[in-house]
């Protein structure tokens, strides 16, 4: 179920306030300037769907971005349990970092936590299937794909360099709730 609870960036232990209602998660995000919105398949996918299939099914939500926003390219990312380099792929999302492009991710399927640091709060969002994320460019964050990953991710960007971080080196990740604590 997807979830946002919020944080004191000082106190990863006292909730200040939490909700599984779509609605009240897209408003609190908007409020702090992140886009959170729900995206529906236009036609039915299967395991066996190849990543041209999975960006045709939701091509007029990916349009409409890409004409809003000014994103130029769009990737699909998998990531499996049994992928051989999950633990080296988790760390590298764990630390808080920024970025200059915004970081679009939509969930086509399985879950994954962002963890988006704004104003003197930590924002822990549980996206789901079907959820939509855009953190800001400057926006410091990370992300945390759990043990055994489990998603397939659609990427929007606005530079064909794609994911670039730039790590803050503030340990501030180590303190909060992990993903096996967050989805539980």
Request: aromatic share 10%; hydrophobic share 40%; proline share 5%.
């Amino acid at each position: 179920m997807t979830r946002l609870t919020v944080y004191a960036e000082v106190d990863p232990v006292r909730c200040k306030w939490d909700s599984s209602d779509g609605g009240e998660i897209a408003a609190a995000l908007k409020a702090v300037g992140v886009r959170f919105e729900r995206w529906h398949a236009s036609h039915p996918l299967s395991a066996e769907t190849d990543d041209q299939g999975v960006l045709d099914a939701y091509r007029q939500d990916i349009d409409r971005l890409m004409s809003e926003r000014g994103y130029q390219s769009v990737d699909v990312l998998r990531c499996l349990p049994d992928n051989p380099n999950r633990d080296q792929l988790r760390r590298k999302f764990l630390d808080e970092h920024t970025h200059d492009d915004d970081e679009v991710r939509f969930f086509v399927e399985g879950s994954g936590v962002f963890y988006l640091r704004l104003d003197g709060n930590v924002y822990v969002a549980l996206c789901q299937r079907g959820d939509l994320l855009s953190v800001p460019a400057g926006t410091r964050h990370w992300f945390d794909m759990g043990p055994a990953p489990l998603f397939t991710a659609i990427r929007l960007f606005t530079t064909p360099a794609g994911w670039v971080a730039n790590f803050t080196g503030d340990r501030i990740a180590q303190r909060f709730p992990s993903f096996e604590k967050v989805a539980a």
